[in-house]
């Protein structure tokens, strides 16, 4: 990007004059992407942005209360954390299919976000941290769509909003970290691992259930955390685990088991349009290999060695 403070400074006055004394209301998932459009939309319009922190059973570890706290104490803004794991969960019963997953999860958002809207009141405008990424893999030719995006291409039909407002759309995940160095944010929000719309429900193969899903959330905790001891956050760009639905043989306590596979995924990136995987040191690898192969129901950790392309970064 050559001028951030030149980009920053049109897009408030763009959101200015499209909200007007409107209201907006915004998905709040604790992602760079929706965090830094927060930051940005909350700097145009103030009070006049209310954001939906949707718990869906589908965050990281500990990220609900997380992104709550942070956003109410250090930006004093306008949230709604709303407690949807359960019915999130009978919605994806019994779906295993990627496309399938995402779409539900997508079109389940926006009916959250408007039954909150119609309680605050009137709510004009839809705002969403979709970035330009999004928009290549969510061709609008459906026979060229890589995967739907919930802020892309997976919404529904009808909408009761006005408009959306996606003030990040034409910009790269490097460029929007950018933005919000620039707008002041702390350096742990910018940098914050990148995350999908649909949440873990991308990461877990398969049927999502509670258990399956707890499972991965203290996995992935486990490697991001060895990630930020060997203090490789700021050179990966992107580091996640996944379910990956396998079951193979094991033993612990010197007893035969059959437990999930479970893969690790880490890139280097400058647009995340294209990425290479990760060299990882051995020794970090194998210690994270070592904590979570302590985990009831893991047999096996493997690692992704994949480039995108011909690999997506996400494994759905």
Request: net charge negative; glycine share 8%; aromatic share 6%.
């Amino acid at each position: 990007m050559e001028n951030v403070k030149e980009f920053i400074t049109e897009q408030l006055k763009e959101i200015q004059e499209k909200v007007g004394n409107g209201k907006v209301l915004l998905g709040l998932s604790g992602g760079v992407d929706s965090s830094v459009c927060a930051v940005l939309i909350n700097q145009a319009i103030g009070a006049n942005l209310t954001c939906i922190l949707v718990d869906h059973g589908l965050m990281r570890k500990n990220e609900a209360d997380e992104v709550e706290k942070m956003f109410k104490e250090q930006y004093n803004m306008n949230i709604i954390k709303v407690d949807a794991e359960d019915r999130f969960l009978q919605k994806l019963a019994g779906v295993t299919e990627p496309e399938q997953k995402r779409k539900i999860i997508g079109e389940e958002f926006i009916r959250v976000f408007e039954e909150e809207g119609k309680k605050i009141g009137a709510v004009d405008f839809l705002a969403q941290g979709t970035i330009y990424p999004d928009i290549i893999e969510s061709k609008t030719d459906k026979n060229k769509v890589i995967k739907s995006h919930h802020n892309v291409g997976g919404l529904p039909d009808v909408i009761d909003f006005k408009e959306l407002i996606e003030p990040l759309k034409t910009l790269y995940k490097n460029e929007v970290r950018e933005v919000g160095i620039a707008l002041g944010m702390p350096e742990d929000l910018v940098f914050r691992q990148p995350f999908p719309g649909p949440g873990i429900g991308v990461r877990v193969i398969g049927e999502l259930t509670k258990v399956r899903l707890d499972l991965l959330r203290e996995v992935d905790y486990i490697f991001r955390e060895e990630v930020k001891n060997a203090g490789l956050m700021k050179d990966i760009n992107q580091y996640f685990a996944i379910l990956t639905g396998l079951r193979t043989v094991g033993v612990k306590n010197n007893e035969r088991t059959y437990d999930e596979v479970i893969a690790l995924r880490a890139v280097v990136t400058i647009d995340f349009v294209h990425a290479k995987w990760a060299k990882i040191p051995l020794e970090v690898l194998a210690k994270v290999s070592e904590k979570i192969t302590k985990l009831d129901g893991v047999s096996r950790v493997v690692y992704d060695i994949t480039d995108k392309p011909t690999s997506t970064i996400e494994w759905e």
